[in-house]
Nanobody, 129 residues
């Protein structure tokens, strides 16, 4: 069974930093390899928004509103990924989800959510003074 676990969310003051991490287990029982990992966020009442992604070739993309503040990277293996978030602002408050894909190699924008086969339950990030 494929399972995605996220960690690292919490409450932080404006200007602060957090590192989100996620790991997938059981992936190779279903898929050949991990290609892309995406980070998405959602605020109640709003659509889910893609924030950052890293492709199978380690290409990366971050959306304009977080560019220069957020960065996505892999961990020690392809089953782990991180989202480093700096200079957090109240508008970054959301539930953050990571997702794994076996279908996306090169990243030039945030791939559609339908291309990600496994999703985590989410970790809450709250930016408030």
């Amino acid at each position: 069974q494929v399972q995605v676990t996220e960690s690292g969310g919490g409450l932080v003051q404006p200007g602060g930093s957090l590192r989100l991490s996620c790991r997938v287990s059981g992936w190779t029982s279903v898929h050949y390899a991990v290609d892309a990992v995406g980070w998405f966020r959602q605020v109640p009442g709003k659509e889910r928004e893609g924030v950052a992604a890293i492709g199978g070739d380690d290409s990366t993309f971050t959306i304009a509103s977080v560019k220069g503040r957020f960065s996505v990277s892999r961990g020690n293996d392809r089953y782990t990924a991180h989202l480093d978030m700096n200079n957090l602002q109240p508008e970054d408050t959301a539930m953050y989800f990571c997702a794994f894909s076996s279908q996306v190699v090169n990243i030039m924008n945030i791939p559609p959510a339908r291309l990600f086969e496994a999703w985590g339950q989410g970790t809450q990030v709250t930016v408030s003074s």
